[in-house]
C-alpha cells in the first residue's frame, strides 16, 4: 500500500532527526526543521503517486484507441462478408450447377 510505505519513510525519518532537548523546547526552530524535512518526504510521496497516476491514465487512453481500432476493424470485416453472404445465391434455381452456396462464399472470400 502506498499509504503505508509513506507512514513507513516517515517513522523511519523521525527517527533518524533528534528530537528536541529540553533546553531546546523554547525555540521553535528544530521543530520547524523537522515538519518541513517531513513535508519533504510527503511532497515527494506525492510527486511519485502522481507520476505512477499520469502513466496508468496514459496507459489506458493508449489501451482504450487500441479496442477501437480493433472494434473498428471487426466491424469493416463484418460488413465485408456480410455483402459476400448476399453475393451467394439463396434457392436452388439461382445455384449453378455442382456447385454449393458455401464453395461459392469461399472462391469470393478469398
Not at 499520469?54 to 471487426?74: C, Y
Amino acid at each position: 500500500m502506498p499509504g503505508a510505505s509513506a507512514a513507513a519513510n516517515i517513522h523511519s525519518f523521525m527517527r533518524i532527526l533528534p528530537s528536541a532537548q529540553e533546553a531546546d523546547v523554547s525555540d521553535p526552530v528544530p521543530a520547524m526543521r523537522r515538519e518541513l524535512a517531513l513535508l519533504r518526504i510527503e511532497l515527494e510521496n506525492l510527486r511519485a503517486t502522481e507520476g505512477e497516476a499520469r502513466k496508468t491514465s496514459e496507459f489506458l487512453v493508449a489501451e482504450f484507441d487500441r479496442i477501437m481500432d480493433s472494434r473498428d476493424q471487426w466491424r469493416r470485416e463484418a460488413e465485408r462478408l456480410n455483402a459476400l453472404i448476399a453475393q451467394v445465391p439463396r434457392s436452388a434455381d439461382d445455384e449453378p450447377h455442382g456447385t454449393s452456396p458455401w464453395s461459392l462464399f469461399w472462391r469470393l472470400s478469398r
